[in-house]
């Protein structure tokens, strides 16, 4: 925790919820409050290591076979040995795979990789650790995102890896400058849990925890049952029960900090906000509690995204929305963000942790190319961080608010806006016919679709999502083929319309607390139109003794 002249900086009020954390400790424990730890110096010592792989032609030829395609099924991994070699030292059996999902490159260009020393060659240590992680950082030209976003988790009792940096060659090519992180192991759980024996669940190539997810290490790797009582947790219906089951299973304290972070930081590819995507969880068996931590943070303070990303968003993973959509916890949440904002997120603070990293990174590199880009992006970085704090202030000023409905019971949607798959896309277009206005999608091949969505801030209720359809030129003998309303989360294809003519379309769901909900107009189909009038969308809030027993999705 910084100090100042030997005072705390943070405030009575932030030190007090960092000392609930973890049942009155501030989340680390007693093994990650010793002076000194394995790979002090690649992360706090400004060390800069070069690094150089030695593959032999046989285990390259297995490297450059390994591809791996966006959006397609991650082939399994495939571990082969190699040397590595820093300074006058060699490391010899070092276990190495190629990683990365969208930013994965082939060994041959500039690749991020794994490198597990202890695996083949027990003991063997690499600063003192088993295992470490290069990052190529593509996406992140200051090299500095993940870093620091670690450390702002960290500071709040949030296990993070530490990040550093490490110059990289490959059979003598240089591959670059990486992102250095230590790996995810009992090694690092270590410093942070009493326990290491729960399952440390992978959920960073996407997926909520209602798949099954792969584990990383575990005393019961094919006992899946932690998940199975936090899903069943999250689903619960009733808001004032669900709190109640997730206080069981879940370390709310720690999940309250981890998601208000991550909508600080605007980690829009994480799991709150995100896919999900992005995240571990681990069974803390000393607590029976289940701990989310963060992952793949180099898209930060509006990097593809808005720096005005909503502190409010759709909270896309079943905990998120289980645990958010609670009056009385979306109150905290909210409360948590405004306290982080007057301490850990001032302007002042980020950008003094920015100039500490950067300064030590700098050195390293020299007066090169390199040197000057890293300046640029850096500059940048703190530009995107002093335009998110603001946007973050303006927001807690004027908090978003339920959809009104009129005396009716009705209310207008509007600011409807286009998504798509990456893989299976349609057109969408906006038109005027007979004075109606349209959005429109148009079927681009097997498979395709697209819809038009709209979020909106629901209180607990039962509601009709309305509008008018149609479907033209479409394979009326295809499947799964037509226009169709429903919510964010629901794929079943009852209410699918073909009628060229236009129809009524309806969906009717329930909220159970109050949630960011996105309605989706959607069309299915190889060919053809769906249109949606626009005029006619209509949201209807009817009455709650009709409420179903559907649980949060």
Request: with cysteine; aromatic share 8%.
């Amino acid at each position: 925790m910084t100090t100042m002249a030997g005072k705390c900086w943070m405030g009575a009020p932030a030190l007090a919820f960092l000392l609930v954390l973890g049942g009155g400790h501030s989340g680390v424990s007693a093994a990650g409050a010793r002076s000194k730890t394995a790979g002090d110096e690649l992360f706090n010592g400004g060390v800069v290591p070069k690094l150089e792989l030695l593959i032999s032609p046989e285990n390259l030829k297995v490297l450059q076979e390994y591809h791996q395609v966006w959006r397609q099924a991650r082939p399994p991994r495939v571990d082969v040995s190699v040397s590595v070699r820093e300074g006058s030292r060699t490391y010899t059996n070092v276990s190495v795979h190629l990683k990365g999902s969208y930013t994965f490159q082939d060994v041959d260009q500039k690749p991020s990789l794994t490198l597990n020393f202890d695996k083949l060659a027990p003991g063997q240590r690499f600063h003192g650790l088993q295992k470490i992680h290069l990052n190529n950082s593509v996406q992140d030209p200051s090299y500095l995102s993940e870093a620091l976003a670690r450390e702002l988790f960290r500071d709040l009792g949030v296990p993070a890896p530490r990040a550093g940096h490490a110059f990289v060659g490959i059979n003598g090519r240089d591959a670059g400058f990486y992102v250095l992180m230590e790996g995810w192991n009992k090694q690092f759980l270590h410093r942070h849990f009493e326990s290491v024996k729960g399952n440390l669940y992978d959920g960073g190539s996407g997926g909520d925890v209602t798949k099954l997810l792969e584990v990383d290490s575990g005393d019961k790797p094919a006992d899946h049952a932690d998940l199975t009582n936090l899903v069943a947790a999250a689903r619960v219906i009733d808001p004032g029960n669900r709190l109640v089951r997730l206080a069981r299973v879940l370390d709310i304290e720690r999940f309250r900090n981890f998601a208000a972070m991550e909508i600080l930081v605007a980690h829009w590819d994480g799991y709150c906000a995100g896919a999900p995507n992005n995240y571990r969880v681990f069974h803390d068996v000393s607590r029976d509690k289940m701990v989310f931590m963060p992952h793949g943070m180099d898209q930060l303070f509006g990097v593809s995204s808005s720096p005005d990303f909503s502190i409010t968003p759709n909270f896309n993973g079943i905990v998120a929305k289980g645990l958010f959509s609670i009056p009385d916890e979306r109150r905290r949440y909210l409360e948590r963000i405004a306290l982080l904002l007057t301490n850990e997120f001032r302007v002042a603070n980020l950008h003094a942790k920015v100039d500490r990293m950067a300064g030590s990174l700098r050195a390293s590199l020299e007066e090169s190319a390199l040197r000057r880009q890293f300046d640029e992006a850096v500059a940048g970085l703190k530009s995107r961080i002093t335009v998110r704090v603001a946007s973050v202030g303006r927001q807690l000023q004027a908090p978003e608010t339920a959809l009104a409905f009129d005396p009716g019971g009705v209310a207008r949607l509007t600011g409807w806006r286009y998504k798509g798959p990456n893989d299976r896309p349609a057109l969408p277009s906006r038109a005027t016919e007979n004075g109606r206005q349209l959005l429109q999608i148009q079927g681009r091949g097997p498979a395709s679709s697209g819809a038009w969505r709209t979020v909106v801030l629901l209180d607990e209720g039962h509601y009709e999502f309305a509008g008018l359809g149609r479907a033209v030129e479409i394979l009326q003998s295809a499947t799964n083929t037509g226009v169709i309303l429903r919510v964010s989360g629901e794929r079943s294809p009852a209410g699918l319309s073909t009628n060229a003519q236009w129809t009524p379309l309806r969906y009717e769901f329930d909220v159970h607390g109050i949630a960011n909900t996105e309605l989706v107009a959607e069309f299915r189909g190889a060919q053809g139109t769906g249109s949606f009038d626009v005029g006619e969308f209509k949201l209807f809030r009817r009455d709650k003794s009709r409420n179903a027993k559907s649980p949060p999705r």
